[in-house]
């Protein structure tokens, strides 16, 4: 018998059988992942049932597992942050308010609200830029997704954690013909980024659904959901140093909302 025949043979044999075993694997992980159609008809008439129309094409049709983040909010200290953007000799108007010859900073919970005192308080005469103004105000948003008006005067930047949204929080760069007006919002940046995240079975898109048409908080009259994101939030008012952030599904609507349902499962 030709032995290295029959071993090559064997080798690749036993390669097959375990490429075929991991196709099955797979194909079952992404059977269990994908919710049933059915699922999906029947929240549509259980929402229909409550006057709440939405297209089932809107509909998420996946099971998702989801980190736990934890964040540090770029405002250490009202009075700190202030300076930053004021420079020195700054006077408390009252709790939270900040001024100086160069401008003025309101703070409010985790926002704040930047106003200059002359629009070319930083270099804009070129063109504005609100990306490389903020990065000379220390305020890194170089991963932020950036929406321009149509006028270019308006630009807001929006905040993604661990590749998902993190509602209510964005900055929002409001120029003028001479230059800068206002800069308002909040940011919070990722204080650890493991290689390998712990991951945590969230709420489907239907369970949401359900939640939401039972809420006592949601409008009572009829409603057209217009879309479902999955994304994080910040847990409570008021100013946070750091936060563990909780998984939440944002339901659209056409006329009212959006609204917030809680996407972790013992919740």
Same mark, same amino acid.
């Given at each position: 018998?030709?032995?290295?025949?029959?071993?090559?043979?064997?080798?690749?044999?036993?390669?097959?059988?375990? $490429?075929?075993?991991?196709?099955?694997? +797979?194909?079952?992980? %992404? !059977?269990? *992942?994908?919710?049933?159609? #059915? =699922?999906?008809?029947?929240?549509?008439?259980?929402?229909?049932?409550?006057?709440?129309?939405?297209?089932?094409?809107?509909?998420?049709?996946?099971?998702?597992?989801?980190?736990?983040?934890?964040?540090?909010?770029?405002?250490?200290?009202?009075?700190?942050?202030?300076?930053?953007?004021?420079?020195?000799?700054?006077?408390?108007?009252?709790?939270?308010?900040?001024?100086?010859?160069?401008g003025r900073v309101q703070f409010e919970g985790d926002r704040f609200l930047f106003a200059p005192s002359s629009p070319s308080y930083l270099d804009t005469s070129i063109k504005p830029d609100a990306r490389a103004l903020l990065e000379q105000l220390?305020?890194? $948003?170089?991963?932020?997704?950036?929406? +321009?008006?149509?006028? %270019? !005067?308006? *630009?807001?930047?929006?905040? #993604? =954690?661990?590749?998902?949204?993190?509602?209510?929080?964005?900055?929002?760069?409001?120029?003028?013909?001479?230059?800068?007006?206002?800069?308002?919002?909040?940011?919070?940046?990722?204080?650890?980024?493991?290689?390998?995240?712990?991951?945590?079975?969230?709420?489907?898109?239907?369970?949401?659904?359900?939640?939401?048409?039972?809420?006592?908080?949601?409008?009572?009259?009829?409603?057209?959901?217009?879309?479902?994101?999955?994304?994080?939030?910040?847990?409570?008012?008021?100013?946070?140093?750091?936060?563990?952030?909780?998984?939440?599904?944002?339901?659209?609507?056409?006329?009212?909302?959006?609204?917030?349902?809680?996407?972790?499962?013992?919740?």
């Open positions: 018998m030709n032995w290295y025949k029959a071993k090559t043979i064997l080798i690749v044999f036993f390669l097959m059988t375990n $490429v075929f075993l991991l196709v099955n694997i +797979l194909t079952a992980a %992404g !059977k269990a *992942a994908a919710i049933p159609e #059915e =699922i999906i008809d029947s929240t549509v008439q259980i929402l229909a049932g409550k006057q709440i129309t939405i297209d089932k094409t809107r509909i998420p049709r996946k099971n998702v597992s989801m980190p736990s983040p934890e964040v540090q909010n770029i405002i250490t200290d009202y009075e700190a942050f202030a300076a930053k953007l004021l420079g020195d000799g700054l006077a408390e108007e009252t709790p939270g308010v900040f001024s100086n010859e160069a220390g305020i890194d $948003v170089s991963d932020a997704s950036m929406h +321009l008006s149509d006028d %270019g !005067k308006t *630009a807001v930047f929006s905040q #993604e =954690i661990a590749g998902y949204p993190l509602f209510g929080c964005s900055i929002t760069v409001l120029f003028n013909d001479h230059g800068l007006e206002t800069i308002e919002g909040c940011w919070f940046v990722e204080t650890d980024k493991p290689l390998f995240r712990e991951k945590n079975t969230v709420k489907n898109a239907p369970s949401a659904l359900i939640d939401f048409s039972s809420a006592a908080s949601r409008p009572q009259h009829a409603l057209t959901v217009s879309a479902l994101t999955l994304g994080y939030a910040v847990d409570g008012d008021g100013y946070h140093a750091t936060a563990a952030l909780s998984p939440i599904w944002c339901i659209e609507t056409e006329a009212d909302g959006p609204f917030y349902i809680q996407a972790a499962e013992n919740q």
